[in-house]
DNA sequence: GGCTTCAATGCAATAAATTTGCATCAAAGT
DNA sequence: ACTTTGATGCAAATTTATTGCATTGAAGCC
């Protein structure tokens, strides 16, 4: 969830136009408290705007490619999307519920990760660190 | 790697029956240095044994399902398989370049994750965490 | 030995998620 | 008006993995 970000910020500071499109799936990734699925994102989208699916996905890549959203693997087989890190919202560690595929944001310090001797280390160039639990979830459990 | 696990008592162990196939995958991926997709181990297997892609990948289900093997997730749409940590082999980060493909084991302290907490409070059943480093190779970067 | 059972494997078809190629359309530039 | 360009749609293809069903070969049993 992202509620103090402009997504028509978002969108001008990364020099991309800020079409219809791109302004509501950017919407339904921020309005979100958890990250979805293409899928999720584009049936959203599809009851409201009709929207095609392709269009959907190219929307994901290029807010991926200019990091404004997040690519974030599941312990299945679609990736889901989130906020990617800016000034309000911090790198977390992400819970996936291997039975529902629900995925959840783990808040930034619920699990202490220190990279900073890799980052300087690393005999190449780092992108992201990703961090996730997979298991059961609490309702998936009763 | 895992020189020191003997393949044979692994499936024992774990109550499987020690298949000339089911050897061969385990070896595979034991005797290599860092995780591969079920596409590499399948091509590697068949270059000498002839065996079918889909016994590959219900072999790969069967290992994972009884934590001989851990399915790794990359940054791209495939898994990658690797040995499951066990008494000779910690749980460890990976670095998946997405230039190449190519995931690499980091030792299990390049980055330190304490996750003891979250074990301790999570609302749910924790199975495994997972840290995956995403960036471009130092081979890639020339 | 002959008969049954069962797990392991193969092969073909299918599914799920994503990507590509090509057509269309509308806004912006000249 | 004419041209260019980027965004979108639609169909087809691709990649990765799964399912259904047939075959086979090694126990287990009489
Ligand atoms: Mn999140
Ligand atoms: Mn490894
Ligand atoms: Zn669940
Ligand atoms: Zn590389």
Not at 32 to 52: G, Q
Not at 60 to 79: K, M, Y
Not at 94 to 115: A, E, I
Request: aromatic share 8%.
């Amino acid at each position: 969830m992202c509620k103090q970000c402009n997504y028509e910020t978002l969108l001008s500071a990364a020099r991309l136009d800020a079409t219809d499109n791109r302004l509501r799936v950017l919407e339904v990734i921020g309005n979100n408290s958890y990250p979805l699925s293409a899928a999720d994102i584009f049936k959203t989208l599809d009851r409201t705007y009709r929207i095609n699916r392709v269009t959907v996905y190219r929307i994901l890549d290029l807010l991926v490619e200019h990091e404004l959203v997040d690519r974030i693997s599941t312990g299945g087989r679609a990736f889901y999307y989130g906020m990617a890190p800016n000034a309000h919202h911090h790198p977390h560690p992400h819970f996936y519920c291997k039975r529902c595929g629900q995925m959840d944001c783990l808040t930034p310090d619920s699990l202490n990760v220190d990279s900073e001797a890799l980052w300087k280390t690393f005999p190449g160039r780092i992108d992201k660190v990703e961090v996730r639990v997979d298991g059961i979830c609490k309702n998936c459990m009763k």
